[in-house]
């Protein structure tokens, strides 16, 4: 008799649990070979919207579609068997009003199998989280800068400085409150988030929001050195595989150009060779 053995997947109210205990780690996928690489390492692999500038070359996130976040979200999904797959909600997907947003969260882990959707905003989102949440829809908030919120902020600046610490922290609050299972916290000051961290009974995921945070998120393509058309603060580089990349092109062009590739062993004879010649 043969046994299958399964890995248990990691839910929304483990990470929850998770709160004060031990660090959560989430990187950004986009693809089934990467999502089968960081799967191991990762509580959480998010399928953000940044694939719309890492992948696409898109000037920023608001021309992703819900298309484009379906189609990678179930390369993640296929790719992933422990750490939980949340995916991003585009913009204008949700902001008309809670009802919009639950068909579309919905169709998104309907389509894609993703456990979790993440959507941006904070006090004025609260009801939409709300809703979707008791209806069933895990919500992961994300506050401080929003991306897809850049044309009206002004650049991808830090937020929480001076009087906005105030504001920030009611949405934190509010968030929790609407039933978020946790928080993303962007570009956000180390003691604000810190304060924040404390202040809230779900766990906060930062992304240059300082140590104190309960977990960090990075753009994989970030950390790896794939991505170099602009480098935060927040991102260090585990790697250079761009450089690497780069360089092995290099290598290869340069050899078919001298013909020393294909060699012999890399292509095949007209006839096979007789039993017991090579």
Do not use: W
Not at 35 to 55: K, N
Not at 68 to 75: D, K, P, Q
Not at 259 to 264: K, T, V
Request: aromatic share 6%; charged share 20%; hydrophobic share 45%.
């Amino acid at each position: 008799m043969s046994t299958t053995s399964f890995l248990k997947p990691v839910l929304p109210p483990d990470i929850r649990a998770m709160k004060g205990k031990a660090p959560l780690v989430m990187v950004t996928a986009y693809t089934t070979p990467v999502a089968r690489l960081a799967d191991p390492h990762c509580d959480m692999l998010l399928v953000g919207d940044s694939l719309g500038m890492v992948l696409h070359g898109l000037p920023s996130t608001i021309g992703v579609t819900m298309e484009m976040m379906i189609l990678h979200g179930r390369a993640v999904v296929r790719g992933a068997q422990k750490a939980m797959v949340v995916v991003d909600m585009p913009f204008g997907s949700y902001e008309e009003g809670p009802e919009q947003a639950f068909r579309n969260a919905s169709r998104l882990m309907v389509e894609t199998g993703a456990v979790a959707v993440k959507l941006e905003g904070g006090q004025h989102m609260a009801e939409t989280i709300a809703f979707l949440t008791a209806r069933a829809v895990p919500v992961m908030a994300h506050i401080g800068l929003t991306p897809q919120s850049v044309n009206t902020l002004g650049g991808y600046k830090v937020v929480g400085r001076g009087g906005e610490a105030d504001r920030l922290m009611a949405d934190a609050r509010a968030v929790k409150a609407a039933g978020a299972f946790s928080v993303v916290l962007e570009k956000v000051p180390e003691g604000l988030a810190g304060r924040i961290t404390a202040a809230l009974s779900i766990p906060t995921v930062g992304i240059g929001a300082g140590v104190h945070c309960d977990g960090q998120v990075l753009v994989i393509d970030d950390m790896l050195g794939l991505f170099t058309d602009f480098r935060p603060k927040f991102v260090k580089r585990y790697a250079e595989l761009g450089k690497a990349a780069d360089a092995a092109i290099a290598d290869y062009a340069a050899e078919v150009r001298a013909r020393s590739f294909p060699g012999p062993e890399h292509s095949f004879p007209d006839e096979l060779p007789a039993k017991g010649q090579k």
